[in-house]
């Protein structure tokens, strides 16, 4: 009978939809992001079967390098390309989820150097961690407006688990916030242009915007939308809550909080590229201001990762500046800045935790006193990541504030300025420091046992920091590389 025909003929063409659809996503683009869920997943299973911490530990540190491997095997292999439309994965992308890959992998490192009372007791906070780099992950491949805002979500909700019940609301509220003026946003842009494609969005407002004709909506929309990414991105003043989420937060989340978030930030602005053309010289305002807020909070504080907290505002608002100067120079200064920002601050971050003896005590600036008696190879190793953030050649952050302010010095000169001044509160922040670890006598609290992991951490940091300023013309040129295969 037609009527049984066509009734039959219903669930069939469904099911090839479905198989259509999921053999679409089963194709070499996608192969990081299943990489890092199919490894959370394993974790959990594991989990249930009490697996031993260090097999958990060992899984997802495996996980992680695959995905970044892959990223980067699938891209110069010419396999990327487009997922159904609104993810792909090219050379910039790429070079996105290797860097949250790595920042992953120093969470857990510095995880397994802590003393057993503070380390992870289930396999949750691994999947967490790899749930967080998976929530980047699909911002860094996204180019619609709907995977990024989940990922945002992804990332947002793992990283609120891991840093701990003291902070979590702070942070859900205030990434709550964030996603909602996105979100808003994004669909005030859809109003205005009638896509959700993030490419899309570059004739309308190139036409309207900078001539100041007219498209009210997208000029609403798009200052919502850079309110809340300079919120995900601790961009000045939208940084306020950072400094008590990283003193209340579980410390081997702090590389991830201080890394992966404005980097996630940052991904989300970079598949626009030009539309924001408009709002540039806003942006790099408020990226130099914060450079300077940052490192004055640093200086200020009392707290070891309160100081850690401005220095991520501070390093943030230097890449926020890279990143609006980008369009002219290329995409290799703030990928260069990133990476050479991120070894520096996972070294400090391990230093945060080789201090930390107790679960309920806040780390203190004062506790790094004698550190460089009792601990050589960790006290030189901070040394030089302080270095590297004060820009002292030809340590890598030397190389990476050149090479993005020699990009904006043209058209930002008074941002390229108060980048200056903050880089010269940043001596006296490392200068305060160095004298607390070299100069002052040890006290008398207990110290937390430095393991191998926080040690092998801080020394590999800092020698990628000497490495990467020794060979920065050929890392540069292999990021051009890769951030040109498209």
Known sequence: MPGAHLDCAAPLGGVSIVTAR???????????????????????????????????????????????????????????????????????????????????????????????????????????????????????????????????????????????????????????????????????????????????????????????????????GTGLVIAGVCTSMVIAPFHIWLRRACRHAWVPAGPMLSLALPATAVAALAHVRHTWTAASDLLALLGSMSVILGYVDALRSRSLPGALAGVTIAQSGCLLLAWVAAPDSGWVPPFYLMGSSGLAIVSLWALAASVQSEANREPAVDDLAGLGQRRPWLGAAATLSLLSIAALPPLAGSIALLAFLRSAAAAYSGAVGMVLAGVGVAWLLTGRWTWTMWMRPPTDRQWARTTPELLLLAVLSAGGLVLAGICAEMLMRWIAGLSAIV
């Open 22 to 220: 999921l053999s679409a996503l089963a194709q070499p683009a996608s192969v990081p992001l299943l990489a890092l869920l199919a490894c959370a997943v394993c974790v959990l299973l594991l989990d249930l079967g009490r697996a031993p911490r260090r097999l958990m530990a060992a899984l997802s540190l495996t996980g992680l390098i695959i995905a970044a491997a892959m990223a980067v095997i699938v891209v110069t292999s010419g396999q990327g390309g487009s997922i159904q439309g609104i993810m792909s994965l090219d050379g910039s992308s790429a070079l996105f989820v290797l860097f949250f890959c790595g920042v992953g992998a120093a969470c857990l490192l510095t995880e397994q150097g802590m003393p057993a009372a503070l380390g992870m007791r289930d396999a949750s906070g691994y999947a967490l961690l790899l749930l967080a780099a998976s929530g980047s992950t699909i911002v860094a491949q996204s180019n619609h407006w709907m995977p990024t805002i989940i990922g945002m979500a992804v990332l947002h909700v793992s990283l609120a688990a891991l840093i701990g019940s003291q902070s979590a609301w702070l942070y859900v509220l205030v990434q709550g916030l964030s996603q909602a003026l996105t979100l808003f946003g994004a669909v005030l842009l859809y109003g205005a242009t009638g896509t959700m494609q993030t490419g899309g969005l570059l004739d309308v407002l190139a036409r309207s915007v900078p001539q100041g004709t007219a498209n009210s909506l997208a000029v609403l």
